[in-house]
């Protein structure tokens, strides 16, 4: 009875490469997120995905892009991995009364 | 823009003690929720306890209660009679309905035997 799934925990990966990150959730909860966690356990916010509406954190580099095949899965994607995009990869998703459930994060290594 | 802080990065507490974890915001808003997270070494993100802003009741969860104060823009989190399974990274969160969660930079809660 998983609420919120991610696919896979680890992903170890060279330079260069594309990778995608699979998240579920069976909450039925309106709206998803992708959170990155650094190298200092610093948690940010990423992209927030409803039905409706796609808001990206401007800081994020347009390498990295949400895809929602319908309301319960927003995966991830990464284009030209870089180093710096090591870290540990967390999805969310919350209803509308302000619960908050999360998946068990992706460590992401590139090497 | 609604800011978390943490002041506290490290912090030790002996076992079955009590310890206070501290937590400012900053927002405008005025509907919203306060969340304390626990992260122990395996990743996952666990919540401890939640409060809503609209209710002045103190959230407690067991051996975990908060001291909500809304005008200071205050919530800290006390725990009580600490355990060796307590020992985590504990994350103080802001959020607004239908919106994504702001963080503090978190607190490292060691519990000494």
């Known amino acids: 009875d998983t609420a919120v799934s991610q696919t896979p925990k680890y992903l170890v990966t060279q330079m260069g490469n594309d990778k995608s990150i699979k998240c579920e959730q069976n909450?039925?909860?309106?709206?998803m997120y992708w959170y990155k966690q650094d190298s200092k356990k610093f948690l940010k916010i990423m992209f927030s995905?409803?039905?409706?509406?796609?808001?990206i954190n401007e800081t994020v580099p347009n390498r990295f892009s949400p895809k929602s095949p319908d309301k319960a899965h927003l995966n991830l994607h990464i284009n030209s991995l870089e180093l710096g995009d090591s870290a540990v990869y967390f999805c969310a998703s919350s209803h509308r009364q302000g619960g908050y459930t999360f998946g068990s994060g992706t460590r992401l290594t590139v090497v | 823009a609604q800011t978390v802080t943490q002041s506290q990065p490290e912090m030790s507490v002996q076992e079955a003690e009590t310890v206070t974890l501290s937590c400012t915001y900053d927002?405008?808003?005025?509907?919203?929720?306060l969340f304390w997270y626990k992260q122990p070494p395996s990743r996952q993100m666990i919540l401890v306890i939640r409060?809503?802003?609209?209710?002045?009741q103190n959230a407690t969860e067991n051996r975990f209660s908060v001291n909500f104060q809304k005008a200071a823009k205050s919530f800290s989190l006390k725990i009580s009679d600490s355990q060796l399974g307590d020992t985590a990274m504990y994350f103080c969160?802001?959020?607004?309905?239908?919106?994504?969660?702001?963080f503090g930079a978190g607190t490292r809660l060691t519990v000494k035997p």
């Open positions: 995905y409803n039905n409706k509406e796609l808001i």
């Open positions: 409060q809503e802003a609209y209710k002045q």
């Open positions: 969160a802001f959020g607004v309905s239908g919106n994504d969660m702001r």
């Open positions: 927002t405008s808003e005025n509907n919203y929720y």
């Open positions: 909450l039925g909860h309106d709206t």
